[in-house]
């Protein structure tokens, strides 16, 4: 028999190379793998919601593992985190439906960036915010008003890695938000899925209008252009959380997508 | 010409052995007097306004430092941080007014407990906090009233190391209160000067009540006793934040004590 079940997995990713496990670098991926496996040495790799990159946290990476005995959910979750180094942790586990897939089944994630300013780097923030130094705060108002035109259903080939291995370049942006936060902020960004590097690359290039080099109006314009090099940097791992992913509600696994579930279509669609 | 200035100073201290300068260990001190000497070979030694033990942080932890010349306050911050590890910086700088010490003119401190609850460490706050595992959440209520006991000038004997060197164990406690967090919450001390393990012993002792293994009933007993042996444990150090130190308003380096300036008496004076 097989018993499937659905993890919500933290992760501090500052040691790890990433969520995807690899042969020879530290990954989530393969961490969890390793600690599955003292419980059920024939088990499955853990299979997760997307990848991360090197140095990305998060809280809610869904994951979905598969046992060949029944667990007491609170006792998985214990054993596993026993297993675990304490950079990574299962904050939840719960039994999950026969056919339930974390990633063809996820409808919306959110992406938390978080910025820092001010003259001194915060000691506890290192690795877990972009600081931006600089004397002047950034012009929130500008990053707000450029960040809109970033809502809705575009073509991002300006704004994702050229190894971007997606077949389509066309995604959909719920809602972008600031945040403020002590010292800073945070750009939140609601979406149904994210090309490689997406968020990094939206924020450097909101920095940098925040910064008054490049005018909010211009935003229409580098998403028309459909060129990685119109936009602008890509913001350093360390600020970028990924923070919530929504499941169909037929699984019964996550609350609901407060963006509902629409069909993507497409190459890069779950469905196709 | 010496020129004396006031730094507020934040650090993780998961790394440090403590603020206090050791010949083989790193300690905070060791560290700013090493950054302070590229900009003045002959700076004497910061000094703090007390102790902090490894392993615990520092939101505001006061300095006085001295130079031969006069420095833009912006500027000696940048070179100080410049200097410096990540995991120590100086978040604010301002000239001092000469004679004042930031020991001896501190008239009250602030050291915040953070304690987190549940089946699963955050692994973003491993080394920040003390994760208490429990099925059932700890009894905030009794806490609470058991630490009103400990507000008031009281002998501490029960409540500090036994290798504390203070030679009076009479302190003074103006507020304990209890802050809701975000995963479980804070235990905040307010008082005039601290015992060595004070607010660690009193945290592990509360934790005790919380656990319903001591009524709160028992605190002025224990304070009666005198006894280090009847209080509870030490709890560890990574939950331990000093968050604030007030200083005497005729400096103009804090804001005014919300607790006055009362004048303490007995062999531990900065008077005597």
Redesign the interface.
């Known amino acids: 028999m097989s018993h499937p079940y659905f993890l919500r997995v933290?992760?501090?990713g500052t040691a790890f190379h990433g969520w995807q496990i690899q042969t020879s670098a530290r990954s989530v991926q393969g961490e969890l793998a390793r600690a599955l496996r003292k419980l059920d040495p024939e088990a499955p790799l853990p299979q997760g919601t997307g990848r991360t990159d090197a140095g990305v946290?998060a809280r809610a990476q869904g994951v979905l593992v598969v046992l060949r005995r029944v667990w007491e959910p609170?006792r998985l979750?214990?054993a596993l985190?026993a297993h675990l180094p304490?950079?990574?942790?299962?904050?939840n586990a719960q039994p999950a439906p026969e056919g339930f897939w974390p990633r063809q089944h996820a409808v919306a994630k959110r992406y938390r960036y978080r910025i820092q300013e001010g003259?001194?780097?915060?000691?506890?923030e290192?690795d877990?915010c972009w600081h931006v130094h600089r004397a002047d705060p950034l012009d929130r108002t500008a990053m707000e008003a450029a960040a809109q035109a970033l809502v809705g259903t575009h073509d991002f080939s300006s704004f994702r890695h050229q190894e971007c291995a997606a077949r389509s370049p066309i995604r959909t942006i719920h809602q972008v938000r600031l945040e403020p936060e002590t010292g800073g902020f945070s750009l939140v960004f609601e979406g149904d899925r994210f090309l490689m590097h997406q968020v990094r690359i939206m924020t450097g290039t909101l920095v940098e209008v925040g910064k008054g080099r490049r005018p909010p109006e211009e935003l229409p314009r580098l998403l028309a252009a459909r060129q990685r090099s119109q936009a602008g940097i890509t913001a350093p791992p360390a600020g970028l959380w990924l923070d919530e992913v929504w499941y169909q509600a037929r699984w019964g696994l996550s609350a609901a997508s407060p963006w509902g579930e629409p069909v993507p279509t497409g190459p890069d669609s779950p469905l196709a």
Chains 1, 2 share one sequence.
Do not use: G, T
């Open positions: 933290a992760y501090l946290h609170y979750l214990a985190n304490m950079d990574a942790r299962i904050m003259p001194a780097d915060d000691p506890f290192v877990r």
